[in-house]
């Protein structure tokens, strides 16, 4: 089951990158809200892949999607994952200025998160918003995302570097988060109630 944090406005932009969170996303909202996808290339083999899959998939659906592309290489001593993400938001801030943004993160990023950040003393979610961009799936695990794929059958492309362990996210998500399960099952619960305490208090 889906389950949302949050109102949706009725006109949204998305941000559709073509991994299964996305497209689920993409094929969930689009049954009742009017969407714009907006996809970025970060100049990358699978950029290129997942850009051309995204093409097809939203021309084949009739689905307006925006394109933008990374244009320099990270300066020395940046890491590349700051420097897209950098780029890819000037380019979402481009496309739609002020307009409702949807980011398709979800419960099992918001755990990541917190872990990571825990590692380095400052614990902290994902904020549910932040100017015009809001997070409606931080309740969903993301097994949930891939099973509405599978069950309406639509396509996605997967990122390798996911599974790159030379990328910190990466092995917090491969080796500490089913480690962190099997010690606390009740986990994805814990930092669920942390969003529904925010939302509660009316303050996302």
Not at 125 to 149: A, G, H, M, V
Request: glycine content about 6%; charged content about 25%; hydrophobic content about 35%.
């Amino acid at each position: 089951m889906i389950r949302l944090l949050g109102c949706i406005p009725r006109n949204i932009f998305l941000a559709v990158s073509g991994g299964p969170d996305s497209m689920a996303a993409l094929d969930f909202l689009r049954r009742c809200h009017s969407v714009t996808a907006l996809h970025f290339n970060h100049g990358t083999k699978h950029g290129a892949d997942a850009e051309t899959f995204v093409r097809e998939y939203t021309d084949k659906e009739n689905i307006t999607c925006l394109f933008g592309k990374i244009k320099t290489l990270p300066p020395a001593g940046v890491s590349k994952e700051h420097w897209w993400r950098e780029a890819r938001y000037e380019f979402f801030r481009e496309a739609c200025g002020h307009q409702p943004l949807v980011i398709c993160h979800n419960l099992d990023d918001a755990m990541e998160t917190w872990l990571f950040t825990t590692t380095h003393g400052t614990p902290r979610l994902i904020p549910y918003s932040r100017d015009n961009i809001i997070r409606p799936f931080l309740l969903t695990r993301k097994k949930k995302l891939q099973e509405w794929c599978d069950r309406h059958r639509v396509p996605y492309v997967l990122d390798p570097s996911n599974e790159d362990e030379a990328y910190a996210r990466a092995r917090v998500r491969k080796l500490i988060l089913p480690e962190i399960l099997k010690l606390n099952p009740g986990f994805p619960k814990t930092v669920s109630k942390k969003y529904l305490v925010v939302e509660n208090r009316g303050q996302p």
